[in-house]
C-alpha cells in the first residue's frame, strides 16, 4: 500500500465532505415531509415541524390509504410498472444483443446503432406525439404509458457494452457445442449481465413509477391517472375534486398539509424499499456498461 500524499488527502477529505453535504440535501427534504405527514395538523400549520413530528398521528396515512382515488391512482401506477417493466426489458435485451455483435458478425451494426442514437438527439416533438397516440386510439389506455417510451437508447448503449465486454470464448464455446443465437443469448448472456440487467431494471422501475407528464396528456379521465399524476393535481394543481373535504376529515389530527405529506411519502416508499436490494449491482453495472471494452 503507497503512503498517500498531502494532496490525495486532502482531496479525498473534501470529496468526501462534498458527497455528505449532497447527500444530507437529498435526504432532509424527504424527512421534512416524513415528519409533516406525521405531525398534527396545528403543528404543522404553525410551521413547527421541522425534522421530527409534532404531536404525532398516523391519521393522515390512515385516511390516505383509505382514500379510493389514491389507492385507484397507485394500482395504476402498479400495473404500469408490471407491464412497462417487462415490454421494456424484453425490447431493451432483443436490441442490445446485436448490437454488442462484431462487424463481422452483423455487418449492419453501426448503421442500427447511429440510427438509435440520433434519437437520442433530435425528438418529433409533443404535438406530433400526442397526433400519433390519438391516431393510434391509445388515449386514455394504458398502452399510451407504456409503448411511447418501451425502449430507452441510454439503457440500450448500457447494456450492449456490457455484452461487448463479456469474454467471447464462452460464447464461441457454446457455438461449437450447436447452441443457437436464442440459446446463447439467454442461458449465457444473461446470466451473466445480472448487475447490467438490475441497474436497467432500476431506471426503468423509477421511470415508470415517477412519470406523470404522459399521464396527463393521454388520459382524459382523472380515475386512469398514475399516482405521480394524481399528486400533481393536487400538491401543484389544487384540483378541489381530488383533495379531501372538510367533512371528511378530523381538523385536529388532519389537515390538507399533512394529507399531502402522507401520499407523498406513500408515493416514494416503493422506491425506497427497491433500491437497497439492487444497489449491490448499481455500480458494477454501470460502470461496465459505460466504457465499451
Known amino acids: 500500500m503507497h503512503k498517500l500524499t498531502v494532496g490525495r488527502r486532502a482531496f479525498l477529505i473534501i470529496n468526501c465532505v462534498v458527497l455528505a453535504v449532497m447527500a444530507i440535501a437529498c435526504i432532509l427534504p424527504l424527512v421534512n415531509v416524513l415528519a409533516i405527514s406525521m405531525s398534527s395538523s396545528s403543528a404543522a400549520a404553525a410551521g413547527e415541524v421541522k425534522?421530527?413530528?409534532?404531536?404525532?398521528?398516523?391519521?393522515?396515512?390512515?385516511?390516505?390509504?383509505?382514500?379510493?382515488?389514491?389507492?385507484?391512482?397507485?394500482?395504476?401506477?402498479?400495473?404500469?410498472?408490471?407491464?412497462?417493466?417487462?415490454?421494456?426489458?424484453?425490447?431493451?435485451?432483443?436490441?442490445?444483443?446485436?448490437?454488442?455483435?462484431?462487424?463481422?458478425?452483423?455487418?449492419?451494426?453501426?448503421?442500427?446503432?447511429?440510427?438509435?442514437i440520433v434519437t437520442m438527439m433530435f425528438h418529433g416533438g409533443l404535438i406530433p406525439s400526442y397526433m400519433t397516440i390519438k391516431a393510434l386510439g391509445m388515449l386514455d389506455t394504458m398502452w399510451a404509458l407504456v409503448l411511447p417510451g418501451a425502449i430507452s437508447v441510454f439503457n440500450v448503449i448500457l447494456l450492449m457494452n456490457f455484452f461487448r465486454n463479456l469474454p467471447k470464448e464462452i460464447e464461441e464455446a457454446a457455438y461449437i457445442d450447436g447452441a443457437g443465437h436464442w440459446r446463447v443469448l439467454w442461458s449465457i448472456y444473461i446470466p451473466l449481465s445480472k448487475p447490467a440487467i438490475a441497474t436497467i431494471t432500476l431506471f426503468m422501475v423509477v421511470g415508470h413509477w415517477n412519470s406523470w407528464f404522459d399521464g396527463l396528456i393521454y388520459m382524459n379521465s382523472p380515475a386512469n391517472y398514475p399516482l405521480q399524476s394524481y399528486l400533481q393535481t393536487i400538491v401543484i394543481g389544487n384540483d378541489p375534486s381530488m383533495v379531501p373535504t372538510n367533512e371528511l376529515l378530523d381538523a385536529s389530527k388532519i389537515s390538507d398539509r399533512t394529507f399531502k405529506a402522507a401520499q407523498v411519502f406513500l408515493a416514494a416508499f416503493p422506491v425506497l424499499v427497491l433500491y437497497p436490494f439492487l444497489q449491490k449491482y448499481f455500480m458494477k453495472g454501470l460502470v461496465m456498461g459505460s466504457v465499451k471494452g
Open 51 to 116: 425534522l421530527w413530528p409534532v404531536n404525532f398521528t398516523v391519521a393522515s396515512y390512515k385516511h390516505a390509504l383509505g382514500k379510493a382515488e389514491f389507492m385507484t391512482a397507485a394500482a395504476v401506477s402498479l400495473q404500469r410498472v408490471a407491464l412497462g417493466y417487462v415490454i421494456s426489458i424484453i425490447v431493451t435485451v432483443l436490441t442490445a444483443f446485436p448490437l454488442a455483435k462484431e462487424k463481422r458478425s452483423f455487418s449492419s451494426r453501426t448503421v442500427y446503432a447511429w440510427f438509435f
